[in-house]
């Protein structure tokens, strides 16, 4: 069982930026994991950030998402990271990240980022 644990949400002003990590609880990343990262607002469609695969580190992102989020992984921490610039009042939601293992998907818990103006 592969759990995602995402951390780093909390309360953000507008314009700050903040970066978001992605772990294994009780794990660790294996070669072929991809990373994706998803936010979703109660009431609202799931919106993908981008991916990024441990092993080569390739990063995709969402034609909405591209300037101002950025994802990396880094082996000896053994995380996976969403930094976001600019924050806005509407990034307002719970961000997930998920893990792909052998074409499974798991889900972490969310973490809420609040921007405030």
């Known amino acids: 069982q592969v759990q995602p644990a995402e951390s780093g949400g909390g309360v953000v002003q507008a314009g700050d930026s903040l970066t978001l990590s992605c772990s294994v609880s009780?794990?660790?990343?294996?070669?072929?994991?991809?990373v994706a990262w998803y936010r979703q607002a109660p009431g609202k469609e799931r919106e993908v950030i981008g991916t990024i695969t441990w092993d080569a580190g390739s990063r995709h992102y969402a034609d909405s998402m591209r300037g101002r989020f950025t994802i990396y992984r880094n082996y000896h921490e053994n995380r996976a990271w969403l930094h976001m610039n600019g924050m806005k009042p509407e990034d307002t939601t719970i961000y997930y990240c998920?893990?792909?293992?052998?074409?499974?998907?798991?889900w972490g818990q969310g973490t809420q980022i609040t921007v405030s103006s």
């Open positions: 998920n893990i792909k293992r052998n074409s499974v998907v798991y």
């Open positions: 009780g794990g660790t990343f294996v070669g072929d994991d991809m």
